[in-house]
């Protein structure tokens, strides 16, 4: 997170600061493709690649890696780096957002390996777990301590990754939506204390596989399964239903099936857009703007090439 004087606040902690970045995203492992569809040889990436939230392209190859490739993990942001956790095993790595060349390093463990859902904090990273369990793991930015679970969930948000979103004015985490089971529950947890989970919401659809990213005032819930492409918004400040507000890409699902929208794609956060990057047999980067919402605008690609599509992988900004 990049920490702009103009838009740093004094959230409900006495804390200043602000989750939203503005200088860059990160595209961090994955796979080629999800290993129940697509064609060819089913393979998974370490590299990190870094696309400017100040000018629009293609994504850079940092030339940095992370200790071994892997597929669905999940991203998480802080002031100096940035995290890739769980998935094909249960390693928290960190690399420095300003550094990302110099690859990663192992820095503590997640409970189990699995593929959740990603909420940043301050200080803390929050891993949701998947699988029906949905219990809150969390784990310091600073600190090589393994994560430990703090909560659980009101909801079963299904096996599946969900939308994540970060409030760091109230300092609350966001989770919304869910497949098998499909849902479309919206409910946050307090940074302050964990234990506290309450039931905000709806989305418009249920949808899981979707991505997750924030404004200062609003989180936003990303396309998914089966066949979403909805941008549901929904406002931090009270509690109320989720609106549509836009639409992602139609092709930016499974080439085989009807997984539409960010499926198994990743969201952004800048401090003036929310970003969509890869998908299903996708390798787009689109991005919306928070004052004006509508479709997203395809402004790049994570590299070029058909080696350069990617799901199931991480990301972050800062």
Not at 213 to 228: D, F, K, Q, R, V
Not at 259 to 284: K, P
Request: hydrophobic fraction near 30%.
């Amino acid at each position: 997170m990049a920490f702009i004087n103009s838009d740093r606040h004094i959230s409900s902690s006495g804390t200043s600061w602000n989750y939203r970045g503005a200088i860059a995203g990160f595209t961090i492992g994955g796979a080629n493709h999800y290993g129940g569809g697509g064609t060819g040889v089913w393979y998974f990436y370490a590299d990190i690649f870094s696309h400017s939230f100040t000018t629009d392209g293609d994504a850079v190859d940092s030339t940095g890696n992370l200790q071994t490739a892997r597929h669905a993990l999940i991203g998480f942001s802080s002031e100096t780096h940035s995290f890739a956790a769980g998935g094909t095993n249960n390693a928290i790595e960190s690399f420095s957002n300003t550094n990302p060349g110099a690859g990663s390093t192992d820095l503590a463990d997640l409970s189990g390996t699995y593929g959740g859902t990603p909420v940043s904090g301050l200080t803390h990273g929050y891993s949701i777990r998947a699988a029906g369990a949905n219990g809150i793991d969390k784990f310091a930015f600073t600190s090589t301590v393994n994560a430990v679970g703090v909560g659980n969930l009101s909801f079963n948000h299904g096996s599946t990754r969900f939308g994540g979103s970060t409030d760091s004015i109230a300092n609350y985490g966001y989770v919304a939506g869910g497949a098998t089971p499909n849902t479309h529950d919206i409910e946050r947890f307090s940074f302050d204390n964990e234990s506290i989970t309450n039931d905000v919401g709806d989305c418009t659809i249920q949808a899981g596989e979707s991505a997750g990213c924030s404004s200062e005032t609003h989180g936003y819930h990303l396309g998914g399964i089966p066949n979403a492409s909805n941008i549901d918004k929904y406002i931090f400040a009270s509690s109320a239903n989720a609106v549509d507000v836009g639409d992602l890409p139609n092709n930016n699902g499974h080439a085989n099936d009807s997984r539409g929208g960010a499926a198994r794609g990743n969201g952004m956060s800048s401090i003036t857009h929310g970003y969509v990057a890869g998908g299903e047999l996708y390798s787009a980067i689109g991005k919306f703007s928070f004052a004006n919402e509508s479709n997203t605008t395809d402004v790049g690609d994570i590299g070029t090439g058909v080696s350069t599509l990617r799901t199931h992988h991480a990301s972050s900004h800062y």
